[in-house]
């Protein structure tokens, strides 16, 4: 009976830790039109993340964690890219046809807003190479 306690708090500890997400909410999102295929705009977000230093931890559909009318199958491409390094940032990549609204999020309720345009510009130029 002793064990099977120990073995109940061991399980209920190890669950607790799995459910925590690098999802930020939209509070100081900041958000600029990249002209590109969804592809390009894509793989120059993982790049320039990458060259600043952010570890990409994944890439999911940005409808598990919020609503939004682009994700109701009405032509938009939608990707969500987690990464991190001491604080948590969320890039969300939204396009129809070659125009793309890339949102940047850091989280939580965290602002940069030198961060942001620095990222925007290293991703507008590396989209014209």
Same mark, same amino acid.
């Given at each position: 009976?002793r064990y099977?306690? @120990? #073995? +109940?708090? /061991?399980?209920?500890? %190890?669950?607790?830790?799995?459910s925590?997400t &690098?999802?930020?909410?939209? *509070?100081?999102?900041?958000v600029?039109?990249?002209?590109?295929?969804?592809?390009?705009?894509?793989?120059? @977000? #993982? +790049?320039? /993340?990458?060259?600043? %230093?952010?570890?990409?931890?994944?890439?999911? &559909?940005?409808?598990?964690? *919020?609503?939004?009318?682009?994700?109701?199958?009405?032509?938009?491409?939608?990707?969500?890219?987690m990464?991190?390094?001491k604080?948590?940032?969320?890039v969300?990549?939204?396009?129809?046809?070659?125009?793309?609204?890339?949102?940047?999020?850091?989280g939580?309720?965290?602002r940069?807003?030198?961060?942001?345009?620095?990222?925007?510009?290293?991703?507008?130029?590396?989209?014209?190479?």
């Open positions: 009976m099977l306690g @120990v #073995l +109940l708090i /061991l399980v209920f500890v %190890g669950c607790a830790s799995v925590m &690098d999802y930020v909410k939209s *509070e100081h999102p900041y600029r039109k990249i002209y590109g295929t969804f592809e390009k705009v894509t793989s120059c @977000v #993982l +790049l320039v /993340l990458h060259h600043k %230093g952010w570890e990409v931890s994944r890439e999911v &559909d940005p409808e598990v964690f *919020e609503r939004d009318e682009r994700y109701e199958n009405n032509g938009y491409q939608n990707v969500l890219i990464a991190g390094r604080k948590h940032l969320n969300f990549v939204h396009c129809f046809e070659n125009i793309c609204d890339v949102e940047i999020r850091f939580p309720k965290a940069n807003d030198r961060l942001a345009e620095s990222i925007f510009n290293a991703l507008e130029q590396e989209i014209k190479e």
